[in-house]
């Protein structure tokens, strides 16, 4: 069997990692090999769909990737006709959490739906009511922030304005930096005329510097604002010293991440700190977990060639495809990435996720969000077991989300 196309080197290296772990372990697949075959989709959706192809010529029995959700999106329904399961280890769109429609990609990541929940319960726990959405105008931003303006909307919480940013674009250089805070600053304009407070950020970690830098030209920065960011994968002490001092204050979402992994990037001599190359170990484990099952209860995988019309790739099914997909959607194990398990209703993965606040240029956890529990109150853990959340002046008390003026005349509306 082969498994395939992670996307990034620290991705890749760790795929190897766990097919040669794997592949060492006398407890899990003996007397079979499994037979890496990396294919780039170079983050495009075409070139997804002809690797798909090629991987499906070479007889691939399941796929760990694609990295992109566009991607992932575009190869689930040649997934679902070929009966192969393909496990993404870092796609998180909403679209993919429709169990029906995508039945056979499982994100091992938690999808953006699990990070508007946790941003929601946030801003109901602090009883904040008016805010606004900065997001980058890429399917990064877009999809990631829709569930959350729905789920918004459903608790009375009011956005004022939703604000798009330039998407980043490879390696931005000094030279261009001006002209992009610039461009920013441009942007949030409204936002300073709104009178905005309480600030929910969607973007890639490499724009933050020029969202903070921006809003601090504004004076959006400072005692009276929130700024909440749904993820932030570097390490506070990789971060530019100028944005940690911005980000005083911060609250973020981050995937809890059990101790194991540290030990884990000991283990293999690695120094890369996304979560990313977790989920990628996790998932070639949680495939090879799922095939062991099943060629123990006696279950054979064969190739039918699938009709083809002229003009299209011809392509192949894997017969007990589906009873392959079913034992690996049924694994339970503790992952480096943390527990891996799949919800029977909706296919996600459950996951809890840390509440981190930058403070003193660091960032340490002050709460705890898990899936269970019928209210805001019941699914965030602020209890005195953590740091209380310390904004932007150094106090616990959180800053009301519009000036009294403007609640008054609201309310007089």
């Known amino acids: ?24 372990d006398t407890n899990i697949l003996r007397n079979v090999v499994l037979l890496p ?11 997804g769909f002809e690797k798909a192809v090629t991987l499906n010529e070479h007889k691939s029995i399941a796929v760990v990737g694609p990295g992109l959700s566009t991607v992932a999106r575009v190869i689930s329904p040649m997934a679902t006709h070929i009966s192969v399961p393909f496990v993404t280890p870092t796609a998180t769109s909403l679209a993919l959490s429709l169990y029906e429609v995508h039945r056979y990609v499982l994100q091992l990541c938690p999808s953006s739906r699990l990070e508007s929940e946790i941003m929601i319960d946030i ?89 903070f830098k921006a809003a601090k030209r504004l004076g959006l920065i400072g005692p009276d604002f929130v700024w909440i960011v749904n993820g ?121 996720y840390n509440i981190i606040n930058m403070f003193n240029e660091t960032f340490r956890v002050v709460g705890k969000w898990v899936p269970e529990g019928e209210t805001a109150d019941k699914r965030l853990d602020f209890s005195n077991r953590y740091p209380a959340i310390h904004f932007y002046n150094s106090s616990s008390i959180p800053p009301p989300d519009r000036d009294n003026a403007l609640n008054q005349r609201s309310e007089e509306r």
């Open 123 to 211: 801003i109901l726990h602090f009883g904040w009511k008016y805010i606004a959405v900065i997001r980058s105008e890429d399917e990064y931003g877009r999809s990631s922030l829709l569930e959350f303006e729905s789920l918004a909307y459903e608790n009375q919480i009011n956005v004022i304005d939703t604000v798009e940013v330039q998407a980043a674009v490879g390696t931005e250089t000094a030279v261009n930096e001006t002209e992009i805070v610039s461009k920013m600053e441009t942007k949030l304009k409204d936002l300073q005329i709104l009178k905005t407070r309480i600030f929910v950020v969607s973007v890639q970690d490499s724009q933050l510097f020029h969202v």
């Open 1 to 24: 069997p082969r498994t395939a196309e992670p996307t990034g080197q620290s991705e890749w290296e760790a795929f190897e990692n766990a097919v040669k772990d794997v592949n060492s």
């Open 232 to 352: 932030i994968d570097t390490p506070a002490e990789l971060l530019p010293k100028e944005l940690r001092e911005l980000m005083q204050g911060l609250i973020c979402t981050t995937t809890s991440l059990p101790d194991q992994a540290d030990k884990w990037r000991k283990k293999h001599n690695t120094n890369s700190t996304s979560a990313y190359e977790l989920y990628t170990y996790d998932a070639v484990w949680l495939i090879a977990r799922g095939l062991d099952r099943f060629l123990k209860d006696k279950h054979n995988l064969s190739w039918s060639e699938l009709p083809t019309v002229p003009g299209t790739p011809k392509l192949s099914q894997l017969i007990n495809g589906n009873v392959l997909l079913t034992y690996i959607r049924n694994v339970t194990f503790e992952g480096v990435s943390g527990n891996v398990a799949f919800d029977e209703k909706t296919g996600e993965r459950a996951k809890s």
């Open 37 to 47: 075959n990396a294919q780039d989709t170079f983050g495009d959706t075409w070139g």
